[in-house]
């Protein structure tokens, strides 16, 4: 179910400095949004991807797999923009539908291919830096960036968290398939139901533990943990800087 | 023939693999990229004075009694993992829910603001819903546009003295609509049809995800029904611990 986290830890790109790899990856997502240009997005695509299926030894197929997570969306919205519902025929296609027409026209069709285009390299920007940083160093990165303490705090210890409910969620739901809790639809909601109700008494019960282990230990309402440091390298920096400079030069350029 | 058989196997397989997968990622989060620049900016600011007023009251309540803090972390972790896993879907698929509903009837609408920008953030991150630059959009859409309804639509409904079950799948259902109206309504600001403008491409992005979410919007609610249920039956120490969050604290 977590198959990204999982990924960032074992990713050969995991040791390297979490700030320039953020930098990397939300500079040229905001690049390739702001631009929305189709050579800087295929551009951004092709480098990002690379980068990501080499670096976490991943296979193209199972990459493919990732970038289809977001697919339902980007295809239906896209249907939306590319299909217009007008009262006459457009310059592409025009199917008539009583006195209306579904139309394209090769305005819209541009339209829709470049959104794909933008939208699969942005999606690709961001598995850069999910698929090569663990979410403790991109907390690590929100805290340099002056993250209000309260939400470092809520954030880490929700992440620490959600293993745990989510261990809590698979084990029900395992013992409710085994007796045969997802016989069909009905009970199959029900059981779902249930579980979410039974997994809310029991997080609420490991929140009041956590407390109690917490305040033994002289919580006070501020975890203090050494995070380890990762300094970026000058030449990884300069080739970062250089990327980002030349992929604006072209996104102002062209 | 067999060089149409092939065209045929493979036209069906892009069909199957269309409607497969588009039944599949139903929630209503805006894909990273697929807003321009400056909506995004827009969104973010819109959510700001909400996240500020939620963290100084969190902040206030904390200092009164530490123990609220975590219970508020059980409440994002569980949040995150009610939208992480899949629920059973009308068309053989499964879909997830989005959980706003059932937050804000539990824990109150500024609460799941705050909450709700994180798990937003971290389904981001962790399962590629949403994305960093829509952030903003989705936050107004699912952590203040649907809690803030399904909160209203619930303390009216107690109100008029509705039975409960009604009240909690009607907070719960209209809730899930409300948020997939927003998100329609950011689409179609962002992308206006090219005869018709905002709202020929508003009445199509409705039309359009009118199909997966209408069913996903009564089997939300029935599920908030169960849940609630389960709650009251077995866990009402909890729940009087959690209106807390509801008088009106956070």
């Known amino acids: 179910m977590m198959v990204i986290d999982k990924l960032a830890y074992s990713s050969s790109l995991r040791y390297k400095s979490p700030m320039l ?9 905001l690049i390739c949004v702001g631009a929305r240009s189709f050579i800087v997005s295929v551009i951004i695509l092709a480098v990002m991807a690379g980068l990501t299926v080499l670096s976490s030894k991943i296979s193209i197929l199972r990459y493919l797999k990732l970038m289809f997570i977001p697919f339902g969306f980007m295809v239906l919205s896209t ?48 598995y850069f830096l999910t698929l090569t940083t663990s979410m403790l160093d991109i907390l690590s990165v929100l805290k340099k960036l002056r993250c209000p303490k309260i939400m470092m705090e809520l954030m880490m210890l929700i992440y620490r968290y959600i293993f745990v409910i989510l261990d809590m969620a698979v084990a029900i739901t395992t013992s409710q398939n085994c007796r045969l809790g997802n016989k069909d639809f ?19 019960k490991k929140s009041s533990l956590l407390f109690d282990s917490m305040e033994s230990r002289c919580y006070d309402g501020e975890i203090n943990v050494l995070s380890e440091h990762y300094p970026a390298q000058k030449r990884e920096t ?15 350029l062209l | 023939m067999k060089k149409n058989k092939r065209i045929i196997f493979t036209v069906s397989l892009a069909i199957a693999l269309i409607f497969g997968s588009a039944g599949t990622a139903s929630a209503m989060h805006i894909m990273e990229g697929f807003l321009p620049l400056n909506h995004c900016l827009v969104w973010g600011a819109v959510c700001i004075p909400f996240l500020i007023i939620g963290i100084s009251s969190i902040r206030k309540i904390v ?3 530490r123990k609220t803090l ?46 709700g920008i994180i798990v937003l953030l971290f389904q981001a991150i962790l399962l590629a819903h949403g994305g960093l630059t829509t952030l903003g959009a989705n936050t107004f859409s699912m952590a203040i546009a649907g809690p803030f309804v399904a909160y209203g639509i619930y303390v ?28 329609a309504f950011q689409l179609a600001l962002a ?60």
């Open chain 2, 63 to 65: 200092e009164r009694n």
């Open chain 2, 191 to 250: 992308h206006p049809a090219e005869i018709g403008g905002f709202r020929a491409s508003f009445v199509e992005f409705l039309g359009i995800f009118a199909v997966t979410q209408m069913p996903l919007a009564i089997i939300e609610g029935l599920l908030a029904v169960i849940v609630i249920k389960g709650l009251e039956a077995y866990a009402k120490p909890e729940l009087t611990a959690l209106r807390y969050f509801e008088g009106g604290a956070i």
């Open chain 1, 79 to 126: 249907i939306a923009i590319v299909v217009n519902i007008t009262d006459w025929p457009m310059d592409l296609v025009s199917v008539p539908i009583g006195n209306k027409f579904l139309a394209i026209s090769s305005y819209s069709l541009t339209e829709g291919a470049r959104l794909v285009a933008v939208a699969l390299a942005s999606v690709s920007c961001l």
């Open chain 1, 186 to 204: 009905m009970t199959e909601l029900r059981s779902i139901g249930q579980m979410l109700a039974v997994l809310l008494i029991r997080s609420l």
């Open chain 1, 21 to 29: 790899k953020s930098a990397f990856s939300v500079g040229s997502l």
């Open chain 1, 238 to 252: 300069i080739g970062v800087a250089g990327f980002l400079v030349s992929m604006l030069a072209i996104a102002v």
């Open chain 2, 156 to 183: 009216v409904c107690n109100k008029l003295h509705a039975p409960k079950a009604v009240a909690v799948f009607l907070a719960a259902s209209i809730s899930n609509l409300f948020t997939y109206c927003v998100t």
């Open chain 2, 70 to 115: 975590l219970i508020l972390v059980m409440v994002g972790a569980y949040a995150f993992v009610l939208s992480a896993l899949k629920i059973p879907s009308v068309t053989g698929s499964s879909s997830h829910p989005t959980g706003t509903g059932l937050g804000a009837m539990l824990f109150g609408p500024t609460a799941m603001c705050v909450i």
